[in-house]
């Protein structure tokens, strides 16, 4: 069986939760069938206004900035791979380096994303989204398509996926 690069990579990077402890997800990662359609792109987590976000990697910090009214965070890894983190009060620059656990801002009040106060946690090889909880080992397991079936490709989700 082939994987892409980016998942030995996954394995062979020491990674930790962006937020303290072992959060259980209130929303899964459940892409869109095609790249324009909606879908969610990344996990949210329980979080409380004011708690610390960390360094789910070490890298270096390449947004940490407001967009579209939101806190945004962005940490672009050796690997090649990128994560993000939102709503967030970023306490770190641009360009600054980061070591994994450290900490990146707080979270931002709720901002319509979540029932309640989350913290949206996604992860980017190049412009394909995957999703983040592999990196802590976890996460549902989907085989990539053989090259141009992207119809193959289906929205994901599971127990915790607490959309209506």
């Known amino acids: 069986m082939l994987f892409p690069a980016s998942v030995a990579l996954v394995i062979a990077t020491p990674w930790g939760?962006?937020?303290a402890?072992?959060?259980e997800p209130v929303r899964l990662?459940?892409?869109p069938p095609e790249r324009w359609l909606s879908g969610?792109?990344?996990v949210?987590?329980?979080a409380v206004s004011g708690q610390e976000v960390l360094a789910a990697g070490e890298g270096v910090v390449t947004v940490a900035r407001r967009v579209a009214g939101r806190g945004v965070v962005t940490?672009?890894?050796a690997n090649g791979l990128r994560t993000t983190y939102l709503p967030v009060d970023a306490t770190v620059?641009?360009?600054q380096r980061v070591r994994t656990g450290?900490?990146?801002g707080t979270v931002g009040g709720p901002d319509g994303h979540c029932p309640a106060t989350c913290l949206h946690w996604g992860l980017l090889s190049g412009d394909l989204y995957l999703d983040p909880l592999h990196l802590m080992g976890l996460g549902q397991v989907r085989l990539l398509p053989l090259a141009g079936d992207h119809a193959a490709i289906r929205p994901g989700g599971g127990p915790a996926d607490r959309r209506p």
Do not use: I, K, N, S
């Open 17 to 19: 939760w962006p937020l």
């Open 21 to 23: 402890g072992e959060p």
């Open 29 to 31: 990662f459940a892409p």
């Open 40 to 42: 969610h792109r990344g």
């Open 44 to 46: 949210d987590l329980p």
């Open 75 to 77: 940490v672009a890894h």
């Open 93 to 95: 620059t641009e360009g």
């Open 102 to 104: 450290e900490v990146l």
